[in-house]
């Protein structure tokens, strides 16, 4: 174990209570105070040289070695990872003994045995983890017999009686105790060859089974601990982004990971001075990275291709570059939200594949997500009816439909309800426009009625009410299928004017939909 996961260890477990509410674990005041321009300086000389050079995407670098998170400031509350990380270190112990077994076993010898396969931290971990190892077929099978007797296609060998077919219980149960030696080395099989055990092919596959989900076992905590360092990741271009932000002033200090998800992590700071003095830093800002990692960016392909802001835009750039237009589409949307005054964090500026907004949240504690957080049935109920009408300011005012709405990404901060999460917003227009608002309705009058809120529309009802198109149908399926007539119809339209449909008639009045 290198020194920061042990230094982080003993903050395990379920600690006080503002513990668990500050998600980076301890706030630490000496390692906040620690400058980023000292920790950086060194790195930054090679890193300024690698950006130029770099005409590969550079290698994912874990944030923890960075400048954000120190060693007091790595995630400890997370008894999965702990367990992970112990498990690796067991791993880790576990091939070294292999190690030393194989090397005494083989001595000076000139043939040697190699352990390689019963490794848990595999030297080609990366891309093995995918690889089924089929030990089955490629060892050595010590009851085969000096002429091969392969089981023909047809299935047996022999005549009449002394028929054998590859179903022959002996020779099968043979072979499947010879099989078992080919293990893994701690899994004890005992001595079955030398007793001559006629292994059943149940009893075998039985054990086969648990042998190999040990196996795959190890395989999957490797791959967990490549994911869990590749969320809380951030590339050298973007720590570089980020620390030429604290650099320049504009953030003051950037203290801790507020989330990671698959798409985006984001982080805590504290604002600095404006260059231009015209417009105040947030005192706390939130940083949004869009990860550079592309393929969770492959499925959301259709909410930007589609998008007719983007699409012009979209199909000549290289998917890195689409990377960055989500950035710049959540700015976007989140300029129009803030222009209907809708409450949603403030752009601050963007950079790349980086946003910074203003913080929802005080002294680095994020405002809860409306599904954590505890409301009397009065604040529920105004929760409620301010998310109503953020809907219909967001689809009349801002033209936007969120189109990733839930109890998720609505924060409660200052008595009221915060949008946030707007990436993937899209115009009503869009091709699929109406079906994400469905499910933006869906998602929220299911969430309200579960809260118990009364008055909550279910969500046909607010569907209508949001967009203002008045949608009968008798079922769910037909509501959706004249949810997707009305799409069409406009898309027939872009086809034939080749450009959209506006869904507002030019007094503002949403069309009334006419079946
Ligand atoms: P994702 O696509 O990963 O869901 P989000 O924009 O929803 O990205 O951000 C992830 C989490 O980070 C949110 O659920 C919220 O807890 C926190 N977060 C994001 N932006 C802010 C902000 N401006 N202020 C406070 N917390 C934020
Ligand atoms: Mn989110």
């Not at 998800?261 to 706390?284: D, Q």
């Not at 237009?325 to 222009?339: F, S, V």
């Not at 839930?406 to 869009?430: A, F, R």
Request: with cysteine.
């Amino acid at each position: 174990m290198d020194p920061v996961e042990i230094a982080a260890a003993p903050d395990a477990g379920p600690g006080p209570a503002w513990q668990s509410k500050c998600p980076w674990g301890t706030p630490n005041t000496t390692s906040m105070s620690c400058s980023l321009a000292d920790v950086m300086s060194e790195q930054l000389a090679k890193e300024l040289q690698l950006e130029e050079e770099n005409a590969v995407f550079p290698e994912v670098v874990a944030v923890t070695e960075g400048p954000f998170i120190t060693g007091d400031n790595v995630d400890t509350s997370s008894d999965l990872m702990l367990a992970q990380m112990l498990q690796m270190e067991f791993d880790r112990e576990y091939d070294a003994q292999l190690r030393r077994e194989e090397k005494k076993i083989n001595g000076d010898s000139k043939v040697s045995i190699s352990f390689e396969n019963y490794r848990k931290v595999h030297p080609y971990d990366s891309d093995s983890s995918e690889d089924e190892v089929d030990w089955q077929d490629t060892r050595h099978d010590p009851y085969r017999a000096d002429k091969p007797t392969t089981t023909p296609r047809k299935g047996f060998i022999g005549k009449g009686k002394d028929i054998t077919t590859k179903h022959d219980e002996v020779v099968c149960g043979r072979k499947n105790t010879a099989r078992m030696e080919n293990f893994a080395p701690e899994f004890q099989v005992g001595d079955g060859i030398g007793m001559d055990l006629k292994l059943s092919n149940q009893v075998f596959n039985a054990l086969k089974q648990h042998a190999y989900s040990e196996e795959r076992r190890s395989a999957r905590l490797h791959e967990k601990k490549e994911h869990s360092t590749a969320e809380k990741a951030v590339d050298p271009k973007t720590r570089l982004l980020l620390y030429k932000m604290v650099n320049g002033g504009l953030l003051e200090t950037i203290t801790g990971c507020i989330s990671t998800g698959k798409e985006s992590v984001v982080f805590h700071a504290y604002g600095g001075k404006s260059a231009t003095e015209e417009k105040e830093i947030p005192a706390e800002c939130a940083i949004k990275v869009f990860k550079t990692t592309l393929n969770e960016f492959k499925n959301r392909d259709k909410y930007i291709k589609d998008d007719y802001r983007f699409k012009d835009r979209f199909s000549k750039l290289n998917p890195r570059k689409v990377i960055r237009m989500w950035a710049e589409k959540e700015m976007h949307n989140l300029k129009r939200m803030q222009n209907a005054g809708i409450p949603c964090p403030e752009v601050v500026i963007l950079k790349k594949h980086v946003l910074v907004m203003s913080f929802i949240g005080q002294d680095q504690v994020p405002a809860p997500k409306l599904k954590d957080v505890t409301l009397s049935s009065e604040d529920m109920r105004k929760a409620y009816y301010q998310i109503l009408n953020m809907m219909q300011q967001l689809y009349k005012e801002c033209n936007l439909v969120h189109a990733d709405l839930s109890e998720y990404n609505m924060l409660w901060h200052d008595g009221k309800v915060w949008l946030i999460d707007v990436s993937q917003s899209v115009e009503p227009t869009h091709p699929h426009g109406l079906e994400f608002l469905f499910r933006d309705c869906r998602n929220v009058s299911q969430f309200f009625q579960k809260v118990g809120v009364a008055e909550a529309l279910n969500e046909r009802e607010l569907f209508n009410a949001v967009s203002g198109l008045n949608i009968t149908a008798d079922s769910e399926v037909d509501f959706q299928a004249k949810i997707e007539a009305l799409e069409k119809v406009n898309e027939d339209h872009v086809q034939k004017q080749g450009k959209k449909l506006s869904m507002f008639p030019s007094n503002g009045d949403p069309p009334i939909y006419d079946e």
